[in-house]
């Protein structure tokens, strides 16, 4: 109960230390994973006290089914948000810094955004060469040059009659 009342009072000492609202939401997560894990381990002692000492085991069991212990964050940064599109990353990182938006999205979110968007860069390069090299070969055929240009009239309201 001590080191509870301890842990609550290094988080509030911490809480007041820290110059973001950002940085109080993450403390205050680190906090409430440390005293959820705090608890969990007493609860897994007793249980192990009890199937050391206890020569009712079923009691035991029945302790150990209520008390199930489950990992919330499991020691893995998650990511605040996920973040709908790329350019919603690389807002991010332009307004508040490539730390902070690894922060906020993940690691791996903003490493997977910079690869798509390096992706798309070479294939439009590659589309605007295709194009480039389409149109110098264009430009680099001799004109078309004619001798005699011949005038075709059509009579207003008739049509062309393809000839075989």
């Known amino acids: 109960m001590k ?10 000492i911490m809480a007041g230390c820290s110059t973001t609202d950002y940085a109080k939401g993450v403390q205050a997560n680190v906090d409430t994973y440390k005293l959820f894990s705090d608890g969990q381990l007493s ?6 006290a009890c199937f050391q000492f206890n020569p009712n085991k079923s009691e035991c069991s029945i302790l150990a ?16 948000r996920i973040a709908k599109t790329n350019g ?13 938006a690894v922060l906020i999205y993940g690691a791996k979110a903003v490493a997977g955004a910079f690869r798509s968007s390096q992706a798309a860069n070479q294939a439009a390069s590659a589309a605007n060469a295709q194009t480039a090299a ?3 070969e264009a430009a680099s055929k001799p004109p078309l040059v004619v001798d005699k240009p011949v005038i075709v009239q059509v009579p207003a309201g008739s049509s062309v009659v393809p000839t075989e």
């Not at 080191?3 to 509030?12: D, W």
Request: glycine share 8%.
């Open 88 to 100: 919603e990353i690389f807002e991010s990182v332009a307004t508040v810094g490539m730390d902070k």
């Open 43 to 48: 609860q897994q002692a007793s249980i192990q």
């Open 134 to 136: 389409a149109g110098i």
């Open 3 to 12: 080191r509870l009342f301890a842990i609550i009072a290094a988080a509030l």
């Open 65 to 80: 089914a209520g008390t199930n212990a489950t990992q919330t964050l499991a020691g893995q940064p998650a990511p605040i």
